[in-house]
């Protein structure tokens, strides 16, 4: 497929997904060809900027991710939607980079006691910061972020030493962590980007929409915008 083809089939997803967005353009009646081209083009342009402004940006997330995989995982290609235990117990130790070690270390201090389906939302809540521009760009970067009120994740800055004491229940969540950098589909939480725990209420969940509630956790999204709020 030429660049041309794959930019404009991006461009017209993107309007559909709009709700039919248009633009009101002028072009100009000049013989000069290169300047009715040039307007032409930029008219596309200002269509497009508008379409994408009108889209939550969940929903551009979901159409332009394009996992990547890796052969650290068995059966790769077949990735389930819905990790198991079963599944997991079928997979090779998992091993990986920085990367992999803090997506790891997370999924093991904030949720080794849920169960899989648990961790995997969890993971999907990292990943997501990740993708969000809002967030740090890596898993290490949104898994350190802190600020003066204190750290994303309370475990990272607590004054306790993180230190992994089961063995077993950090070789299950590593998997997990491998399974989801490798591109198993993020089904779970509709995109959020936090979580706390039900022994909680924070201030803060008030401004986000609640998106599910899984095991000891409830998760959020940022509000779904549009053009016309």
Same mark, same amino acid.
């Given at each position: 497929?030429?660049?041309?083809?794959?930019?404009?089939?991006?461009?017209?997803?993107?309007?559909?997904?709009?709700?039919? /967005?248009?633009? !009101?353009?002028?072009?100009?009646?000049?013989?000069? *060809?290169?300047? $009715? =081209? +040039?307007?032409? &083009?930029?008219? @596309?342009?200002?269509?497009?900027?508008?379409?994408?402004?009108?889209?939550?940006?969940?929903?551009?997330?979901?159409?332009?991710?394009?996992?990547?995989?890796?052969?650290?995982?068995?059966?790769?290609?077949?990735?389930?939607?819905?990790?198991?235990?079963?599944?997991?117990?079928?997979?090779?130790?998992?091993?990986?980079?920085?990367?992999?070690?803090?997506?790891?270390?997370? /999924?093991?201090? !904030?949720?080794?006691?849920?169960?899989?389906?648990? *961790?995997?939302? $969890? =993971? +999907?809540?990292? &990943?997501?910061? @990740?993708?969000?521009?809002?967030?740090?760009?890596?898993?290490?970067?949104?898994?350190?972020?802190?600020?003066?009120?204190?750290?994303?994740?309370?475990?990272?800055?607590?004054?306790?030493?993180?230190?992994?004491?089961?063995?077993?229940?950090?070789?299950?969540?590593?998997?997990?962590?491998?399974?989801?950098?490798?591109?198993?589909?993020?089904?779970?939480?509709?995109?959020?980007?936090?979580?706390?725990?039900?022994?909680?209420?924070?201030?803060?969940?008030?401004?986000?929409?609640?998106?599910?509630?899984?095991?000891?956790?409830?998760?959020?999204?940022?509000?779904?915008?549009?053009?016309?709020?």
């Amino acid at each position: 497929m030429s660049v041309l083809k794959s930019w404009t089939g991006g461009a017209l997803i993107l309007l559909a997904c709009a709700g039919g /967005l248009r633009a !009101e353009v002028t072009v100009s009646q000049s013989n000069n *060809q290169g300047e $009715v =081209a +040039e307007q032409g &083009l930029m008219s @596309v342009l200002w269509q497009e900027r508008t379409a994408m402004s009108a889209i939550d940006k969940r929903r551009v997330t979901a159409l332009t991710m394009a996992p990547a995989h890796s052969k650290k995982v068995a059966n790769h290609g077949a990735l389930p939607g819905l990790l198991s235990a079963a599944w997991l117990s079928q997979q090779p130790k998992a091993t990986g980079g920085a990367q992999f070690e803090c997506l790891s270390r997370a /999924l093991y201090f !904030e949720a080794r006691g849920e169960t899989v389906k648990g *961790q995997q939302a $969890v =993971a +999907e809540v990292i &990943l997501n910061r @990740v993708d969000d521009p809002r967030f740090p760009g890596s898993i290490c970067g949104v898994v350190h972020q802190s600020n003066a009120r204190g750290c994303q994740f309370s475990w990272y800055c607590d004054g306790r030493k993180d230190t992994v004491r089961n063995a077993s229940a950090f070789a299950r969540v590593a998997k997990v962590a491998r399974a989801m950098m490798d591109g198993a589909p993020r089904s779970l939480t509709d995109g959020a980007t936090y979580f706390h725990t039900l022994r909680v209420r924070p201030r803060w969940s008030h401004r986000f929409d609640r998106t599910a509630s899984i095991g000891h956790h409830v998760f959020y999204a940022n509000p779904i915008r549009t053009a016309s709020n």
